[in-house]
């Protein structure tokens, strides 16, 4: 979300109108869950996807003709079966898109973008939005509560669906071996962050890892290194013995999800040594052998299945 909100920021700073269109109800098999959003401006879809198909075609048109008339809305769409048969899904479902339209002289919205932009790190940032009506929706900081004005009105709305502003999470991959050049492409691929840890500096050329942040540290020395509860963790190093250390100091940084590659024995090993000494919701993040069982053997096969079990996590999160 917050990549639609700088590139909000960037529109309005070029003067230019756009709608922002968001999920905010869902019933059945619609394909993109609640708060999936996209900007639309004159010229069509700008930026993300509610996903696809006769949908977001319609509310695309919608989106234009809101700009026209300079207004903003809540719609109801319907996704019959014949519909849903067109774009490959078994039956429809029921949306309701808020779409807000935003215009080049509010300059109060224009402020609460740059708001957003520089709170959302530090502070607990939501857009709160009502599925009642056709009323705005508030960017809540904190405590305090700043509603999009829309031509001087400024009614409180009752809020019955929020979104938390967050950076795309971030994927940290200790090791530059074969299983890591062959994930690392996966996983921007699927526009996350990834850093790359290594100790030894011939695994870490730029050439590997391109896009990726790439960090030359003692994998006994990880203390000052910044990983959060939100983020990825995959240790894919040469040995055991630096896998253990790792863990560990992992396990006191708790980050969402940690995978580490090796056997079944190896992962009984680790498990063993650990049980007892740290809470079990800590050891229920941990997923050793790493990677969802698709019977992988080669490097790019097993960074397949790492990356699937990563989006799985994070979607049933």
């Not at 048969?85 to 300059?107: A, L, R, T």
């Not at 840890?197 to 006994?220: A, G, M």
């Amino acid at each position: 979300m917050i990549e639609l909100i700088n590139r909000a920021s960037e529109l309005f700073s070029y003067k230019t109108p756009f709608v922002i269109a968001t999920i905010i109800y869902k019933n059945g098999s619609s394909p993109r869950e609640e708060g999936t959003s996209m900007i639309v401006t004159e010229r069509g879809l700008d930026i993300g996807t509610i996903g696809g198909g006769v949908a977001e075609y319609e509310a695309i048109e919608f989106s234009k003709k809101l700009i026209l008339d300079e207004k903003s809305d809540n719609h109801k769409y319907v996704l019959t079966n014949n519909d849903a048969e067109s774009i490959g899904m078994i039956c429809g479902g029921v949306n309701i898109i808020h779409f807000e339209y935003v215009s080049p002289d509010d300059f109060l919205a224009g402020e609460y973008f740059l708001k957003i932009i520089e709170e959302y790190k530090n502070k607990d940032v939501n857009l709160l939005y009502s599925t009642k009506g056709n009323a705005g929706f508030s960017v809540e900081i904190e405590d305090e509560v700043c509603q999009f004005t829309r031509s001087g009105i400024n009614e409180k709305i009752e809020c019955d669906f929020k979104i938390k502003i967050e950076d795309k999470f971030k994927v940290f991959i200790f090791g530059g071996g074969h299983v890591s050049k062959a994930l690392v492409p996966i996983l921007n691929y699927l526009n996350l962050e990834t850093i790359v840890i290594e100790d030894r500096e011939e695994f870490l050329k730029e050439e590997d890892f391109p896009n990726s942040k790439r960090i030359l540290l003692n994998y006994f020395d990880l203390e000052n290194l910044e990983i959060t509860e939100n983020d990825y963790v995959c240790i894919l190093t040469r040995g055991h013995k630096s896998d253990r250390e790792i863990l560990v100091k992992m396990l006191e940084k708790k980050p969402y999800y940690i995978g580490i590659i090796g056997s079944r024995k190896k992962a009984e090993i680790m498990f063993n040594s650990i049980r007892g000494k740290y809470d079990e919701s800590l050891i229920n993040r941990i997923h050793s052998p790493i990677g969802l069982s698709i019977g992988a053997q080669t490097p790019e096969e097993i960074s397949i299945s790492i990356a699937a079990q990563i989006i799985e996590k994070f979607r049933n999160r």
